[in-house]
């Protein structure tokens, strides 16, 4: 056999050995990234829904401990509405205005009443004070559903007629509501299903709130008629 003959194949397996070798460089940082992937604690998390998103166009809505009272809450990224109501119990309380921090809201109305909430793990959990002065926790979970919410009698001639009401329904379709005349509580209607209500032979107009939520742009919470 000659010499180059054995030259040659020398030749071949160094450049066989120098390409294994290249390639084990060029595999072996991938195999290590891949490796310290499947080992991190920290996996990639798909981004959370926001309390816009959770919440809808209705709300959330909850029972207070130590009543048979609701309380339903609607958020904006600047304002908010609270209502709670029973009106067997004389409950109703409204609550309205603007807010720093829409997972964080904190009122006090006119009567001296307040309410505290914070929102976490898809809910809204905190503290009402009524007007009699007591303390009430509560937790309120996304109302969803149609024509579920806030709904209140609006409008000049109520005003004039000293009418004050409103209801609060849930995606059971359970109710509560208040309705007073001239500041005393009556007994309160079911909320009827167009949007107005007879009362002493005159009709009133029923407003529904709601909340909608684009996420190219600002949250607005609005009446609804």
Known sequence: MSSNFLNIQKSKKIKQMKSKMNLVKLVAPLFFVLIAI?????????PKENVFEIQGENGFVGTVDGTDAFIALLVSDNEALVYVCNGEEEIYEWFRGNITNPENIS?????????????AERSFTG???????????????????????????YGDLAIQEGIVAGWILNEKSDERGSFRFNSVFQATPVKPKTTTISFKSKSFSIQRFSVNYHPDSLTVLQVNR
Do not use: R
């Open 38 to 46: 499947g080992c991190s604690d920290n996996p990639i998390e798909e």
């Open 107 to 119: 009122f006090k109305n006119s009567y001296g009443s307040q309410v505290v909430a914070e929102f």
């Open 127 to 153: 503290n009402v004070i009524l007007s009699d002065g007591s303390a009430h926790s509560f937790t309120a979970e996304p109302n969803t559903g149609n024509e579920t919410g806030i709904f209140q009698v």
